[in-house]
């Protein structure tokens, strides 16, 4: 089987967690916590970066930092794995969805404001696949209304948004280190902004809102959240994070890959990648055209019979059940690409005759 994205372990993994088991060193006070933090802050040329147990916590701990809840409005695709859209209600908060483009399938930037009312207080722009939002006009709007930006980037770590990384643009950011990302710590997010009192905020809100008193005891002024990682994940993540540049650079070496082994196919439409913008194919989709000869569940079924993992894009959230009663703009390209499109295998680890394989068998149906 050809699994459709598994993590890639070729460096200080053992190493560091090795150092954690012998120092006794597991649990969320280790160094490697603070270490993990400073570095990805690094990477990501912003000030502050607080770890967190997964991306879903880290959303969540966005929405609290920026005192979003009851009554609140937050503008949020539909086409999106379902996280982002889950947090908004845990906080209290309703989501309002909005349509995608039909090229990059990312938010639609000129569709957002339309949606705004009195009630609206962040936009969630999510760099679905690994290709960026516009940005530009989502800060745009955004400043002229006054409202917050958080950026779900948990599918773009490695992106980048004419020369900057993707997640460093909005007033804070949010990543996940699930197996499945570009790097992994099993389990895992990160927050991130270049507001320091957003971060220190933020930090506070995930460690219980603890301050240690002199005599050792521990006092909460407010209601806190356990959203810390152990130091054990943060080990991985520091060993994950010295190859990332490496990984990136497998992602879209890959992507060209498929690019030049699918491009004569007429009824399959391959991913694009923006005038400016570095498109990190955190997992390679085309879509399956009407004139294909088989159906794209049928696709997806005929590779796994071979021995290739594949996926549907995600289904839209303002179809679910828990979420039909909340408002929406035009879907009709959301609706649209949720029947076409596919997810192809995008381990870093694939090599040349996998990606050969996946492409022949494609092509294998005209």
Known sequence: MI?????????????????????????????????FENEFAKYMNVKNAVVTMNGTSALELALRTLNIGNGDEVIVSSMTFISPV????????????????????VMDADRVEELITPKTKAIIPVHIYGHPVDMDKIMDIANR??????????????????GKKVGS?????????????????????????DDEKLGERAKYLSTQTKTILPNGGFYHEEIGYNFRMPNLLAAMGCAQLEN???????????????????NDVKNITLPVEKEGVKNIYWLYSILVEKDYPISRDELILKLKE??????????????MPSYKKYKTGNMSITDELVQRGINLPSSVGLVVDDIKRICEMIKSYL
């Open 169 to 193: 643009i909005g007033h804070i950011s949010c990543f996940s280190f699930n197996g499945n990302k570009l790097i992994t710590t099993g389990a895992g997010g990160m927050l991130v902004t």
């Open 306 to 319: 071979n021995g290739i993992q594949s996926r549907p894009f995600f289904m839209p959230v303002h179809k």
């Open 3 to 35: 699994p459709l994205c598994v993590p890639e372990i070729r460096g200080n993994e053992w190493k560091y967690i090795k150092e954690c088991l012998d120092t006794n060193w597991v649990s969320s006070a280790g160094a490697f916590v603070n270490r």
């Open 145 to 162: 209304h006054n409202l917050y930006v958080i950026e779900d980037a948990t599918e773009s770590l490695g992106a980048e948004y004419k």
């Open 86 to 105: 889950n947090t908004i209600k845990y906080v209290g908060a309703e989501p309002v969805f909005v349509d995608v483009c039909c090229d990059t399938w």
């Open 244 to 262: 990332i540049d490496e990984y990136s650079s497998i992602k879209r070496n890959n992507a060209n890959l498929y690019n030049k082994f699918l």
